[in-house]
């Protein structure tokens, strides 16, 4: 039957203890909840369309083919219990449409579970949208490459291995894209920063990569929340989202 949108019941919070939540911080440009059923279109759980909680609705995600739908959970594997959507199947979405690129820096911030080690292939968090033909613009899991290894590329790989505690855990990610001033931080600790280029962002493909077309690399793990912004965020931006999404995570 026609797909709908479906009443799963009454969502979590998407706030904190303080009253918090991302759309308090300037320049939000995406933020997908998967504690918010009232972004999501289903049928048998399975998800057609998660819409930005921003607003702007070209930057909703879709996915028409039901084989590559991610399934909705009421309550997913994180210690707080909260919903999520499940991206196990090689399941992914996307953008429905390329949109117009914006320019670094750009700060992604997402709760998700990570991948394990030990698997035969690479799992991408996210890139551009699949039809853009530019150059990659990517969060990845090199497993095929080496265990506890991540990459963030706009261009230019900013690779860090050795990140341990990461691999097949919750974990919030704080990703921030602005050339050779770039950060990667897990779990509120700054990893290290680098250069990741200075490619822009178009569109996006969630859970799995773009590859001219078509996608490959899947996540095939749980997303709770997946933010942009169009800012490098400030110290005290990066304190408030990172306790909100500790206990988000958490409870």
Request: net charge negative; proline share 2%.
């Amino acid at each position: 039957g026609a797909l709908g949108k479906k009443d799963f019941g009454v969502a979590f919070s998407s706030g904190n203890g303080n009253g918090f939540t991302p759309s308090d911080i300037d320049d939000l440009y995406l933020w997908l909840d998967a504690t918010d059923s009232d972004t999501i279109t289903a049928s048998a759980n399975r998800i057609s369309k998660w819409e930005n909680k921003e607003g702007t609705s070209e930057r909703d995600l879709v996915q028409s083919t039901s084989g590559d739908q991610p399934l909705y959970v009421s309550s997913g594997s994180s210690d707080s219990g909260n919903a999520t959507v499940n991206f196990s199947g090689d399941r992914w979405m996307e953008t429905a449409s390329a949109l117009t690129g914006i320019s670094q820096p750009i700060s992604f911030v997402a709760i998700t579970k990570f991948p394990p080690n030990s698997t035969s292939t690479n799992e991408y968090l996210f890139a551009k949208e699949k039809s853009d033909t530019g150059t990659r613009f990517i969060f990845q899991k090199p497993t095929a490459d080496a265990n506890d290894r991540f990459i963030m590329y706009a261009g230019t790989d900013f690779i860090e291995s050795s990140v341990t505690g990461i691999a097949d855990n919750w974990t919030y990610a704080t990703l921030i894209y602005d050339g050779a001033s770039s950060q990667m931080r897990f779990n509120g600790s700054e990893i290290d920063t680098g250069n990741v280029g200075s490619e822009t962002f178009e569109g996006l493909t969630l859970g799995a990569r773009d590859n001219s077309g078509s996608v490959v690399y899947y996540w095939n793990t749980e997303i709770m929340h997946f933010l942009i912004y169009e800012k490098e965020l400030t110290s005290d931006d990066i304190e408030n989202i990172e306790t909100w999404a500790e206990e988000q995570m958490n409870g």
